[in-house]
């Protein structure tokens, strides 16, 4: 990803959401990366306490974490997104009081319809200029996240909704020029639109989180094959009721209970690989159900035989959830445990 974020010229700074660990944020620095995402204050405070000097907030914070933002601001260079006036005021406030400048990024709604502010409504222009004109806060630039590519049914509606977002963002970014206020910053960012943005100009900012794992959701919308996926749950079979049926040790506490998305979705909670020492998926086997610590897994007669005690690896749905349910991630290769990875951002929701 940084390779490719180089070469087209971008800027990449990683979402951490995916694995709220300082370590990995480290190996993203270190390849090139300028900074990192995240979305809550509380992880911000983790990554600056492990060293990382560069961290934006890609998310609507609330101005009730005041304080801590400006303490923050004391120790990391640190920007927040707003997409309400009244907000990016109270911002300023905090910010003119503390005798800080607070770098913002107006967060702009694409098309997934989460947060964000409408970029086709009349005044969008006068939003920009607005927040930009207020004490205390430093306008960079404007940011925005394509979720809506989880949804994609094909190769081409990605391109599609990767150019759709550029484009989007280049009118704006140059109506706002127009008026006057200079546009630093231009971000965009997630894992399956992630090519895609990198063909499109007027775009500075890359801020995928996903791809540093993979999961099954990337393999189906076709960022990844199963054998990219590097964030695997090593689970054991725990009883055999029958021909049919196993369960495993790995219930909705570790795999979470999300679905795959993308076209070409497979049934169930992750995939089973058999043998451990290859990523090779049985379709014979599938995870048909969770409870929290139980994964009930049909199997097809003849299906590979598996008993208690005998043990798979699952590539789960969603990588950036099954990172965030456990406290430590293991670097393998092979057998051979290399590093025990702390995901110390984990639970940090505040
Ligand atoms: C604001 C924002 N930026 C970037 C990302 C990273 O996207 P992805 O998970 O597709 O890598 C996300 C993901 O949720 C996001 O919400």
Known sequence: MQAAASAAGFRLRP????????????????????????????EAEVFAEAGVDDIRLAYPVPTATASRVVDLMERVR??????????????????????????VLIKVDVGYHRCGIDPGRSD???????????PGLRFLGVLSHAGQSYMASSDEDLIRIAREEAATLRALVSAVRTSGVPVKEVSVGSTPTASCSFLEAGLTEARPGN???????????GSASLLDCALTVLATVVSTP?????????????????????????????????????QVSDDALVIERLSEEHAVVSRLPGATALEPGDRVRIVPN???????????LRLVEGDAVI????????????
């Open 211 to 221: 791809y540093v794992f993979f999961d099954l959701t990337q393999v189906n919308l």
């Open 78 to 103: 640190l920007s927040l997104c707003v997409d309400h006036l009244g907000v990016a005021m109270r911002w300023s406030e905090v910010m003119v009081n503390a005798a800080r400048n607070l770098d």
């Open 242 to 278: 029958s021909a049919d049926r196993l369960v495993l040790d790995a219930g909705s506490k570790t795999l979470s209970s999300d679905d795959a998305r993308g076209p070409g979705v497979r049934r169930g909670f992750g995939t089973v690989c058999p043998d451990v020492s290859r």
């Open 339 to 350: 590093e025990d990875i702390p995901v110390a951002a984990r639970g940090k929701n505040s």
């Open 15 to 42: 979402h951490a959401k995916t694995h709220k660990s300082p370590r990995i944020a480290r190996w993203q620095l270190d390849a090139g990366a300028v900074g990192i995402t995240v979305a809550k204050v509380a």
């Open 318 to 328: 969603h990588a950036c959830v099954v990172a965030n349910l456990t406290d430590t």
């Open 124 to 134: 969008a222009v006068e939003f920009v200029s607005r927040v930009a004109a207020l």
